[in-house]
């Protein structure tokens, strides 16, 4: 049985190998300490940004991260960041759960815009931010170490 509540600092080291190993999926690395530092302390970023950080963990004695989800807020936009689910939970509807707690909480901070950025390679997250209803919005080069590219999607809150 899964559950999903807001990060907890102890999460850390699950979160990161939850990520890192969604990334070595499509030949990429995690470089927390250079080039994602939020993930190194995603509670206190998010919350101070005027959003949160959610992981799904399994029910028992031994915590697992299974998934992840944040959003920042801000003049009204706010932005879906680090989307993650673990093999073992795909097509069984968090990913799609999670974009919409993500939905219903940046109308609740009376966001008017949802946006986010999505590496190139992660093609079944793109299917399913277009079945939501999310529309392209550009594209961008990261020039990061995994030379990423990334393409943008939002949504229209109201």
Not at 19 to 35: F, K, M, P, T
Not at 111 to 138: I, V
Request: one cysteine or more.
């Amino acid at each position: 049985m899964e559950s999903f509540r807001p990060t907890l600092p102890a999460d850390v080291p699950g979160i990161l190998s939850l990520i890192g190993s969604i990334l070595r999926e499509h030949d990429c690395v995690l470089d927390a300490e250079n080039e994602d530092t939020h993930l190194l302390n995603p509670g206190e970023y998010f919350r101070t940004r005027g959003g949160e950080f959610w992981v799904v963990t399994t029910d028992g004695p031994a915590t697992i991260i299974l998934a992840t989800v944040g959003f920042t807020a801000s003049a009204g936009v706010a932005e879906l960041k680090s989307l993650y689910v673990d093999p073992s939970l795909r097509r069984n509807g968090w990913g799609r759960r999670l974009t919409n707690l993500v939905i219903d909480h940046a109308r609740s901070a009376e966001c008017n815009r949802l946006e986010l950025w999505s590496d190139t390679r992660f093609t079944k997250a793109h299917a399913l931010y277009r079945s939501m209803g999310f529309q392209p919005n550009g594209e961008r080069d990261l020039h990061d170490s995994n030379a990423s590219r990334e393409l943008g999607f939002f949504l229209p809150l109201n």
